[in-house]
């Protein structure tokens, strides 16, 4: 009976310790996640004028599947977009803020959408993009 009940205790023991084993193993996965989302950081220049233009470029980049994060520097003519893990052709960030009337270092803005921009966002076209900061 005595050897019953050690066996019994000893069988427990050991369902303990596997079930603490899977428990680190699923610990690991949260560093795994984080990986896959690894973000990678892209700037190139901008043309625009205010804070009117600073929304609607970057709404156009955030609108990208694969933006995680656009920041356009008015002073600078200057837009930093932050990919998740590169999930997204650059073409297509340029593309969406050419649609949206304004112009980048690769791509001229839509004609239609820059002659319904607010006055104060008809920018020069020859303006200087990517400037140094002030």
């Known amino acids: 009976m005595k050897k019953s009940i050690l066996y019994l205790l000893f069988t427990v023991a050991i369902g303990f310790i596997s ?20 973000e990678l950081e892209i700037s190139f220049g901008v043309r625009g004028n205010c804070g009117m233009c600073k929304s609607t470029i970057e709404d156009a980049a955030n609108s990208v599947e694969g ?38 270092e690769k791509v001229s803005g839509n004609l239609d959408a820059y002659n319904n921009l607010p006055g104060c966002c008809q920018y020069d076209h020859e303006m200087t993009m990517n400037q140094p900061m002030k």
């Open 19 to 38: 079930c603490n084993k899977e428990i680190k193993k699923d610990t690991t996965t949260p560093t795994e996640i984080s990986n896959e989302l690894a």
């Open 67 to 104: 933006v995680a994060k656009a920041d356009w520097d008015v002073d600078q003519k200057k837009i930093k977009i932050s990919l998740l893990n590169n999930k997204t052709n650059i073409m297509s960030i340029h593309q969406a803020i050419s649609l949206s009337g304004y112009d980048t």
